[in-house]
């Protein structure tokens, strides 16, 4: 491009030092990961949950306290929340534009699936230990 000396475009960018940020890359292939991880897991926990409907509540509290399921249970729910978490941050990123309310929105989206994710976490783990 730039060594083409009948190219109109300018070297603006190098000039600036605007090029990639080198993150999106990282970012994508976390979404993708997630998506695929996710596909075999919302399998099981669709199957899990279809399993127990109708069922007593000990028969329940002894299926979800099985450690197979349990295993299952927490990872469709932690990659499902970090999916979750990097879907608003690009959304955040693409559509909040005042720079400390972005800021704001994406610490918020963070401490929001933190919470989220610690929440769901202990719950499956006090079902699975008592």
């Known amino acids: 491009m730039s060594n083409n000396p009948n190219s109109m475009r ?7 030092h605007l090029g990639s940020a080198k993150s999106g890359t990282h970012h994508a292939w976390h979404m993708r990961l997630t998506s695929y991880a996710l596909v075999p897991l919302t399998i099981a926990f669709v199957w899990i949950v279809l399993s127990l409907v ?3 509540y000990n028969t329940v509290h002894d299926a979800l306290g099985s450690p197979v399921i349990a295993i299952v249970m927490i990872l469709f729910l932690l990659s499902s929340i ?3 978490m990097l879907g608003m941050q690009t959304i955040i990123e693409d559509y ?3 720079e400390a309310s972005k800021t704001l929105a994406l610490m918020a989206n963070t401490f929001f699936s933190a919470c989220i994710g610690l929440a769901t976490v202990y719950a499956v783990l006090r079902l699975s230990f008592t």
């Open 10 to 16: 300018t070297t603006t960018r190098q000039v600036r």
């Open 54 to 56: 109708g069922k007593d």
């Open 82 to 84: 970090y999916h979750m």
């Open 96 to 98: 909040v534009h005042g």
